[in-house]
């Protein structure tokens, strides 16, 4: 299920790709669902940063990059969160992130997906696309685009494409309140992270998925399931259990990350009280965000009415 652990890691590739709209509606307050939460010592979304030297606290809240609009929410503690902070901190900053910055998406002219898999994958997965999607795969392979930017498009269709965004609400409501955006990452680091993952292997992993398409809309459900529960642990559990091989570049995608955070973190949050706002599989585990950040010696726990 490659797309759905991405959509709880990297977020450039599911929030340009499939919701490029939503700096026309900045602004905006968008429908959400209030949801009351009973929050617990390790599950949850949101979390309060304080000690250390801090002279007002910062939170951290997991996201998963797209979701069903229906399943959209922001709970009472999360939007008090957000106006005690003075600046909004993503992965990076959606503010300066359009389509243009995407030049990454194309595979090296040598290689391409039907080169990448047999004769008889390729047909599977062109029919999957004309039958299910109600897409033509050569329009994506013409451009000959990357493996695993052709499985964030069944993500999408998971959704039937009505989805919200965390990332652009945020980056929407800091416009509206005159809040600094700030990114941990650049765009271009986050395409290199896609890059770490052999083309071969994304494609195996995009035939997998369509194979298996049934069994990963079942694991995605769980996953939004999970998710707008505040189940935090269960979601860790999900990926651990997932058998795509994205975790196999777990390293990468994840460790490596998050251990470079952390120091930008410290600082971002001594400047001015802040609204990180990440991927929720980096936030728990012996090297999530979280546990490095008690290393620290700083005082993190869920947020409480």
Known sequence: MIKNLLLLILPALFIVSCNNSKD???????????????????????????????????????????????????????????DESEQLVLEIDMGKLDMSSLDGIAMPKDITLKKLISAEDYKMIEKFFKDTLKMDLATFTSSNMKPIFIS????????????????????????????????????????????????????????????????????????????????????????????????DYEDILLTRRNNDWIGKIEKIAMEKPSFFAVGALHLPGKGGILSLLREKGYTVEPVSK
């Open 152 to 247: 964030s498009l069944i993500a999408e269709n998971f959704s039937k494409g009505n989805t919200e965004s965390y990332e652009l609400t945020f980056t929407a409501w800091a416009k509206t309140k005159k809040k600094e955006i700030k990114g941990l990452e650049t765009i271009e680091f986050q395409m290199s992270v896609f890059d770490s993952i052999p083309y071969d292997k994304q494609a195996e992993m995009l035939v997998e998925t369509v194979k298996n398409y049934q069994e990963s809309k079942k694991e995605l459900t769980n996953l939004y399931k999970f998710y707008i529960s505040n189940e935090l642990s269960k979601l860790q559990d999900l990926s651990d259990s997932s058998d795509s091989g994205l975790m």
């Open 24 to 82: 026309e509606e900045a602004g905006k307050e968008p429908e959400k669902m209030q949801v009351e939460y009973k929050y617990g010592k390790t599950d949850s979304l949101l979390w309060k940063v304080t000690g250390n030297g801090l002279k007002q606290p910062s939170y951290i809240f997991g996201t998963v990059h797209i979701i069903p609009k229906d399943d959209f929410f922001i709970s009472k503690e999360l939007e008090k969160a957000f």
